[in-house]
Each structure stands twice: as structure tokens, then as C-alpha cells.
């Protein structure tokens, strides 16, 4: 985040590269072991194989939605998606470097003049290689607003419009949904949900430190009633938040800050299952101590209060930045199944040292016979990728139910 960008993300991410941020950029194109290689097709062996087969078996693909999904690109294509002067300066190295990472994960960076359309292109691509039926529901992204709810295009790392994803996905209904973002301080923001509830969102996205939305705010309590009266889900980042930079101080990841939503009705559905970060455990007083923000996410999960309403994405919670034993947690809480999501956080998965297959053989949760399958299926899909590795990861003999991937019901709520 360009204030809140924690030295954590800046070590682990120079560690990654295995150099310095400044000499990076130059050296990406020369380490492949970095860049995913961004094959084209999967090619049929990988296709057929057992370990792909087996993900989709026992798997209706037509329920099988991933709900965390970004659309991204520059903005040379007409989609109106904005980044940050920081994003594309290599005077900003890091930021810089980001913006690589992220347009090689989704295999749009050597297109120059139209980033946009290779992003979606990638994504068709991509589409290509999964089961018929399967769609990704892709996010727009709002911009910082100030607390009159004025925007703040400074502060804001990346904004994509509304209308483009939803564009985006009306031009292929059958491969596409899509998300709005709508910041809760805007004079318009209900008109805004409104619009997008009628042109077929399935739900709003929010990362409240990078948008600067504080969900305890009074001001956002028409935002909750209409998100109640249209019946949309609010997907909202818990957690420490490290791969967008933005407004927002990082308390405002803090999931006991939801419950004000949850209070008047909303479903939740927390990103990541607060996966990473410490958070003040606000229920002991504001200068309560810091704990890891999994700890109080749990906790409302396990609230009676919030059963019904309070649901999480498993989206990113197998990035090697989390501490192994809270993924372990989230695969043996088999009653919390049930309110858990699929999700990709694509481009991420793209991002080859996020995710180590060979790490979770290592600890017994994957069999080594699919290390190398994973590791080339990513280089060519890395939704796939995470597909299946979710399907195989286990934990002291217990694993995702298939429930989990079939969220379909939850955004549409028709019995199917
Ligand atoms: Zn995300």
C-alpha cells in the first residue's frame, strides 16, 4: 500500500524475487522460475490426467462459480480501469514491479497498446481449459473516496468501472458474472447498487483500507439496508490486505468491524477467511491487544449470532505468506464447510512463488505424486491450478467437501 504497504510484504516480496527491487525490473525477463511461462493450452495429457479428472469428479461444474475473480489491465483499451501513476513508474519500483507481476500472472504483459483486451482474451483463454458450465465471477474495483465521499483518484491504486465488468461479462453469459464495487460514502452509492442489482451483480466487493471505508461507519448503514432490501452479498477483504496499495488505514481489514453489517442483516462474506495479519481485538477496548486477524474471524464464525449471515472466501489462503497451521484449521473445520466459498483471487495464483505444491507434499497435505502435475498445470491455467489443488489439499484425513465449490446457490439462491 503506498502508506500502509507493510516492510513484511516489501521483505517477502524482494525475498521472492531474490534481488533487490531496483536491480528487478530489469532481471524479471530472465528468470522463468519467476515469470509464469503463460502457455496457451493445456495440452492434453495434463487435461486427462487423473489428478484433473479427480478434481472435477463428485463436482457439478455448472455449480462451480469462482467467486473471487479481478479484472484487470491499464486502461489502454477503452475499459475506463485507471492505475496509479505509482503502478507504472519504475521510479516506484516496487509498485512497479507489482504491476509485472501481476499483468504476467494474467498473461497480459507483452501486448503492448492493448493490456486490456489481452487480460480478457487470457481469460477465454483460460476458460478454454476448464469444465462447461464452470464461471468466474469477475470484480470491479471502486475507487478511495474521503469520508464527505469524495473520490480520491490520488489515492486510489486501481479502479475498474462497473460498466466494464459488466460488459465484460454480458459479451459471454455463459463463462461470465460480475461483481460491483461501490464505495458506501458515495452521494449516489445506493442509486449506484440499485443500477448494478438491475443489470445483474452478483454481489459488491469492498477492500475497505485501500478504498478508505470504515464498515463501522454510521454512514454506511443505507448502503447495509439496501444491500439487504436487493439481496446481495457484500464480499469484503478481512485481514491484512497486501496486494493493492490505497487510502485507508489497515485497521479498517479488522473483521470484528463487519459485525455492524451482519447487525443489520447483511450476508458477509469475509476474502480469505481473514487468513493473514493481526488485528486489535476490539471486543477487550480499542487499545485491545493485537491479534492474529484469523483468531477474531474464527470467533465470529463460531458466533451464533452471525450463522446464518457471516460466510468466507477460500480464496489466496494457500499463499505461502500464511501461517500453514491456519490453512490447516480452515480444511479441518468441517462445520464451517458450509459457509465457505471458492475462490480463485485470480490473477494470484498466476504468481509462481506464491503457491508451493511442493511445500504442502513436504507436510503431508498433498500426495508428491501431484507436485509436478500442479506445477505444470499452473503454467498453463492457474484457475485450474487452484481448482485442483484445493480438491487435493488435506489435512489429518479431512478435506474441502464439495459444497465448498459449488457456490453457485449462494449468489443466485435458486434451488438448482
Ligand atoms: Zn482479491
Known amino acids: 500500500m503506498a502508506r500502509t504497504f507493510s516492510s513484511a510484504r516489501r521483505r517477502w516480496l524482494a525475498a521472492a524475487l531474490g534481488l533487490t527491487a531496483a536491480g528487478g525490473v530489469a532481471a524479471l525477463g530472465t528468470r522463468p522460475w519467476l515469470m509464469n511461462p503463460c502457455h496457451a493450452t493445456l495440452p492434453d495429457e495434463l487435461a486427462r490426467h487423473d489428478i484433473v479428472r479427480s478434481a472435477w469428479a463428485g463436482l457439478d461444474p455448472a455449480q462451480v462459480w469462482d467467486c473471487h475473480a479481478h479484472l484487470a489491465g491499464i486502461g489502454d483499451g477503452g475499459s475506463g480501469i485507471a492505475i496509479s501513476p505509482e503502478m507504472l513508474s519504475p521510479l516506484h519500483p516496487l509498485q512497479y514491479l507489482q504491476r509485472l507481476f501481476y499483468l504476467n500472472a494474467g498473461c497480459a504483459h ?40 469524495r473520490a480520491l483518484p490520488g489515492q486510489s491504486a486501481f479502479f475498474v468501472p462497473d460498466a466494464y465488468a459488466r460488459e465484460v461479462a454480458r459479451a459471454t453469459p455463459q463463462r461470465f458474472e460480475w461483481v460491483c464495487s461501490v464505495h458506501p460514502y458515495r452521494a449516489d452509492a445506493v442509486a ?36 439487504v432490501r436487493l439481496d446481495l452479498p457484500l464480499i469484503t477483504h478481512a485481514g491484512e490486505e497486501q496486494a493493492v496499495s490505497g487510502a485507508g488505514h489497515a485497521d479498517l481489514g479488522n473483521p470484528l468491524r463487519l459485525r455492524r453489517a451482519l447487525e443489520r442483516g447483511v450476508r ?28 477474531l474471524f474464527a470467533r465470529m464464525m463460531d458466533d451464533a449470532r452471525h450463522a446464518g449471515l457471516l460466510f468466507a472466501d477460500i480464496s489466496a489462503i494457500t499463499q505461502r505468506n500464511r501461517d500453514l497451521a491456519v490453512l490447516r484449521a480452515i480444511i479441518e473445520r468441517e462445520d464451517w464447510h458450509p459457509r465457505l466459498l471458492f475462490g480463485t483471487d485470480y490473477p494470484l495464483p498466476g504468481i509462481l512463488p506464491l503457491i508451493s505444491p511442493a511445500q504442502f507434499a513436504a507436510e503431508g497435505m498433498l500426495d508428491a505424486q501431484a507436485v509436478p502435475v500442479l506445477e505444470a498445470i499452473r503454467e498453463h491455467n492457474p484457475i485450474l491450478f487452484d481448482l485442483v489443488l484445493k480438491r487435493h489439499l488435506h489435512s489429518r484425513g479431512k478435506r474441502f467437501a464439495p459444497a465448498v465449490f459449488e457456490t453457485r446457490r449462494f449468489f443466485t439462491r435458486t434451488p438448482t
Open 110 to 149: 507483452e501486448a503492448p497498446g492493448r493490456v486490456d483486451q489481452s487480460y480478457v482474451e487470457r481469460l477465454h483463454n483460460l476458460m478454454d481449459g476448464m469444465a462447461p458450465g464452470f464461471k468466474l465471477m469477475l470484480f470491479a474495483f471502486d475507487r478511495a473516496h474521503d469520508a464527505a465521499g
Open 268 to 295: 458477509v462474506v469475509m476474502a480469505h477467511c481473514a487468513s493473514i495479519g493481526e488485528d486489535v481485538d476490539l471486543d477487550r477496548g480499542a487499545d485491545g491487544p493485537r491479534v492474529p486477524s484469523f483468531q
Open 192 to 227: 449506484a447498487l440499485e443500477a448494478a442489482a438491475a443489470d445483474g451483480a452478483r454481489a459488491v466487493k469492498w477492500l475497505p483500507p485501500a478504498m478508505g471505508i470504515d464498515p463501522t461507519a454510521p454512514a454506511c448503514d443505507r448502503f447495509y439496508d439496501a444491500l
